[in-house]
């Protein structure tokens, strides 16, 4: 049998047939040691940083509390998500089929599995509008303008989720310029008219205002670039995307929470907001008595 072969071999001009077809094992690209230890830390720092935002909100009036109230939120959201992802709840695999064209052989197909942190997604839904909120609010910036921008924020978020988990190649780039243009409007919303509301205030408002206005836009911008070069173009591994959101997620939340509530608790003359707020429905609803008396 061996002697047959070996004189096929030598009378015949035909390569043999690779018993190895390149491309049809499964490439599965997911996170390793470094990306695990990396959702612990970051669920650590945002428990710890909420805990540390839910204190200092006790220390203010109720009056005053907005601003830690909200950012107390954006923590705990985020807490929550890291949780998600470092148990391995808010993850799936999104896959895509890669044409490798061959010069002798018919294409082969490379099946890639990556994986999708989408809990990711439903942290920034939540958190990234009482971020917006945060900032609109210390402009001083009216109803339809944060209307605008925080609608523009959820596309910009749900466009961003569908690119990640789309399959094809030009849908998955018509998406993510879709959520580009939302992004546009939202840093319109806080760059031109937050910043040209908020010189109706005092002038320690209005400079602290560009400045941590400023230190939000540079690195939600820098955001979209990671996306591209992790789940857009795949250039980096899952160890690096978490890395570099990790680190992201640090600055966007924990220490931009606590430059804003000292700060801000260290600013005298700061919004007292009384009403409903502070107050419950028990003081409109003593008005309301009087109503009916006149009705009577
Ligand atoms: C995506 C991908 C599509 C294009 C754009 C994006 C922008 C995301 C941003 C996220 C900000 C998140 C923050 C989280 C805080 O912890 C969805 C990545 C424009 C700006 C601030």
Redesign the pocket.
Known sequence: MTGVMEALRKTSSIAPIPTVVPGDTPEYQKAGDIGNRTLWVVFVIMLISSLAFYIMAFRVPVQKRMFHILTAFITTF?MISYFAMAVNDGVSYNKITIKQSQKHFPDTFQTVYREVYWARYVD?CL??PL?LLDLCLLAGLGGAHILVAVVADLI??LT?LF?AFTVETGPKWGW?AM??IA?LVVVYQLGYNGRGIVQNKDKKTATFFSAIAGFTLV??TV??II?GIADGSRNINVDAEIVAYAVL?VL??PVFGFWLLFTHDAMSGTASIEGFWAHGMSKDGAIRVGDDDEGA
Do not use: R, S
């Open positions: 985020a920034w958190t990234t971020l910009m978020i961003g690119a993510y959520a580009c992004y690195l939600w955001y979209p996306w997620d966007a939340k």
